[in-house]
């Protein structure tokens, strides 16, 4: 299809472990948003790109988070010695096809639900 | 600090019947959306509100927005077990959410 995929889609880590989080946009998009939700909370904004450029990490949650897109296209999200406190699904979103409509309307992936023991 | 609240957080509806979720922010936002969320699933857009008085229809739901009373209403008619989901409203570029309202269609 020609959505917004993620990957893994269920990560299980032992407590300090490093994990990677992959977005795949859909094709075109100019900006890709990541968000964290817990569980039976609203979505949590984390970081933007436009193109590969990260124009707001105001969200990150400590230092430990770490968020690229070095070609505009593909983001990582990295979250390093992992925490409890990060278990969660990190939901990413894209946007704005150039010359679209001015709605930015966002469009998720499934998510990856990350569990830290 | 901008903060989106929704009421009620949790809705237990008969099928048949009509209700109104609300949505309410503390700041200005010229837009606002409206997502639906299915257990285990991710967010399906439904509805995008760009000016003040916009009103959108799709089948069973209808979405409405007062820029100046900074709020939107998501309407819900002749409710079916089909709509059970959770339901999010978000205002904003870095959408910032409301905590959702858990919707049950029971027959």
């Known amino acids: 299809g020609a959505g917004v995929s993620q990957s893994p889609r269920y990560k299980v880590a032992k407590r300090g472990q490093d994990v990677a989080l992959r977005c795949d946009p859909i094709?075109?998009?100019?900006?890709l948003f990541w968000y964290q939700q817990a569980l039976g909370q609203g979505p949590e904004f984390l970081t933007y790109?436009?193109?590969?450029?990260?124009?707001?990490k105001s969200g990150l949650p400590s230092d430990r988070f770490f968020a690229e897109r070095p070609e505009g296209s593909v983001s990582t999200l990295k979250i390093q010695r992992t925490q409890k406190e990060d278990s969660a699904v990190y939901l990413c979103?894209?946007?704005?096809?150039?010359?679209?409509?001015?709605?930015?309307?966002?469009?998720f992936g499934p998510g990856t639900r990350l569990t830290v023991l | 600090e901008l903060k989106v609240e929704q009421n009620p957080l949790f809705l237990s509806m008969q099928e048949g019947k009509n209700y109104t979720i609300y949505c309410n922010y503390s700041t200005t936002s010229d837009r606002l959306y409206w997502y639906r969320q299915d257990p285990g699933k991710s967010l399906e857009s439904l509805f995008v509100l760009l000016s003040n008085g916009a009103v959108k229809q799709e089948g069973r739901l209808m979405a409405s927005l007062d820029t100046k009373a900074r709020l939107s209403t998501l309407h819900i008619t002749a409710a079916v077990h089909d709509l059970s989901a959770t339901y999010f409203c978000?205002?904003?570029?870095?959408?910032?959410f409301g905590q959702g309202t858990e919707l049950s269609v029971k027959p």
């Open positions: 790109f436009q193109n590969e450029a990260q124009l707001d």
């Open positions: 978000a205002v904003r570029g870095k959408l910032i």
């Open positions: 094709s075109g998009h100019v900006s």
């Open positions: 979103a894209s946007s704005g096809r150039l010359g679209g409509s001015g709605a930015n309307e966002q469009f």
